[in-house]
């Protein structure tokens, strides 16, 4: 799965973790929050952090098939935080939240979407939410990925930016 720009990394997230088998939603919508009859992980970016990768951020030159041209390379790293909040309703209670943070470490042990390089995962503590009438059980996952762009064949503006994983 290619992911365009940052607008595209909690959506991403999100659909690799529904095709492993976890109700996943991004991040809670305007219009509040839903009952969902089971345990859900509300996926959040909460930190992006960005750094340089080389002089003006050229990374290299890569050879692009469609176009048969080389195409110069330039982005940065990002190291991302998200927040994997998990919801569970009073009849599942902190125990929903714990299967559920169970089947979550499972789905991410398998590597993670292509275009994402995860690191630790840590849970914090269930309590209830009175806000929401929920458990509520933080979840914090450490990844990082490239943010970058093919330069256009005359070296003028640059194309979409895509995320993609570790740069190879």
């Not at 859900?40 to 003006?56: D, H, I, K, N, T």
């Amino acid at each position: 799965m290619s992911v365009t720009g940052l607008d595209r990394v909690r959506e991403g997230l999100t659909a690799y973790l529904i095709e492993r088998g976890i109700h996943a939603v991004t991040a809670w919508p305007a219009e509040g929050r839903k009952r969902h009859g089971r345990p859900v992980v509300a996926v959040s970016l909460e930190e992006v952090r960005s750094g340089s990768s080389g002089f003006q951020n050229y990374l290299g030159e890569r050879y692009n098939p469609e176009t048969c041209r080389w195409e110069e390379l330039y982005g940065k790293k990002l190291n991302l935080t998200f927040g994997l909040h998990i919801y569970a309703g009073r009849e599942d209670g902190a125990a929903g939240c714990a299967a559920c943070f169970d089947a979550l470490a499972g789905a991410l042990s398998a590597g993670g979407p292509e275009w994402l390089r995860l690191g630790s995962l840590s849970c914090g503590q269930t309590s209830f939410d009175q806000d929401t009438g929920m458990f509520l059980c933080p979840v914090k996952l450490n990844a990082s990925a490239w943010l970058y762009a093919a330069a256009q064949e005359d070296g003028g503006a640059l194309l979409d930016f895509e995320v993609r994983g570790v740069w190879k």
